[in-house]
């Protein structure tokens, strides 16, 4: 019985928290993001206003994008590329050039530590057999 208890207790243990890699809703990665952004470029109440409401559009597109599965994984990461420009334009009119550039020197570190964490193409992978087997 105890045992029954314990079993049910961790079920709906799990159950509340979600699944594995379950995303937050739009509003809370955007206020994550422009918190981070507050922190990091030292933004304005007014600025952080503006930078949030971005910040917001570009993460209900994203969630809406990455949920279609119709479209093909190339035509995804174009049309992302293509809002991450519009972001950062958006952000352009927003912070000043010392934050600007600061925002795109942190998205860079950001990018290039992705990249380490995946390593270079084809790294790691056996070489190719040989074709007659040996």
Same mark, same amino acid.
């Given at each position: 019985? #105890?045992s029954l208890g314990i079993v049910l207790i961790t079920?709906?243990? #799990? =159950?509340?928290? $979600?699944?594995?890699?379950?995303? +937050?809703?739009?509003?809370? /990665?955007?206020? +994550? !993001?422009?918190? @981070?952004?507050? @922190?990091?470029?030292?933004?304005?109440?007014?600025?952080?206003?503006?930078?949030?409401? /971005?910040?917001l559009n570009r993460t209900g597109k994203m969630k809406?994008?990455? *949920?279609?599965?119709? =479209?093909?994984?190339?035509?995804?990461?174009?049309?992302?590329?293509?809002?991450?420009?519009?972001?950062?334009?958006?952000?352009?009119? /927003?912070?000043?050039?010392? !934050? *600007?550039?600061?925002? #795109?020197? /942190? !998205?860079?570190?950001? @990018? =290039?530590?992705?990249?380490?964490?995946?390593?270079?193409? $084809?790294?790691? %992978?056996?070489?190719?057999?040989? %074709?007659?087997?040996?």
């Amino acid at each position: 019985m #105890l045992s029954l208890g314990i079993v049910l207790i961790t079920a709906l243990t #799990l =159950q509340a928290q $979600g699944p594995k890699g379950e995303e +937050r809703n739009p509003e809370e /990665i955007a206020k +994550r !993001q422009a918190t @981070k952004m507050k @922190k990091d470029l030292v933004l304005t109440d007014e600025q952080y206003d503006k930078v949030y409401e /971005i910040v917001l559009n570009r993460t209900g597109k994203m969630k809406a994008m990455r *949920m279609d599965t119709q =479209q093909e994984k190339s035509a995804k990461r174009e049309e992302m590329k293509a809002m991450n420009e519009k972001t950062n334009a958006d952000l352009k009119g /927003i912070l000043t050039e010392e !934050q *600007m550039a600061k925002h #795109l020197k /942190i !998205q860079q570190e950001h @990018k =290039q530590s992705r990249k380490d964490k995946r390593g270079p193409k $084809g790294e790691g %992978a056996p070489p190719p057999r040989p %074709a007659d087997g040996q």
